[in-house]
């Protein structure tokens, strides 16, 4: 079992930034592929950003430019450093992991409002 658990979210207004983390703890040597998601009211959960084992990252087309995704090995935490927000990056964003046996785990998710 892997237990995410995010914090860093908050209001902010446009153009503003903010760094959201994700630690995790039990069986994160499994772990492949970690990701950041976030879930709109109405809208569909949607993949932010990723980082592999490996260290390759892949971010959506909305994010690209704007958010960076990295990780601290020895703190077992993933961060999205987001700028220049936007009022549409306004949403639960949720922390996800998934091991190399295929156990997917989420955090609770912490709320973005990006707003004047």
């Known amino acids: 079992q892997v237990q995410l658990v995010e914090s860093g979210g908050g209001l902010v207004q446009p153009g503003g930034s903010l760094r959201l983390s994700c630690a995790a703890s039990?069986?994160?040597?499994?772990?492949?592929?970690m990701g950041w998601y976030r879930q709109a009211p109405g809208k569909q959960r949607e993949l932010v950003a990723s980082?592999?084992?490996?260290?390759?990252?892949n971010y959506a087309d909305s994010a690209k430019g704007r958010f960076t995704i990295s990780r601290d090995n020895v703190k077992n935490t993933v961060y999205l450093q987001m700028n220049s927000l936007k009022p549409d990056d306004t949403a639960v964003y949720y922390c996800?992991?998934?091991?190399?046996?295929?156990?997917?785990?989420w955090g609770q998710g912490t709320q973005v409002t990006v707003s004047s």
């Open positions: 996800n992991s998934v091991t190399s046996y295929g156990l997917t785990s």
């Open positions: 980082i592999t084992r490996g260290g390759s990252t």
């Open positions: 039990g069986r994160i040597g499994s772990i492949s592929f």
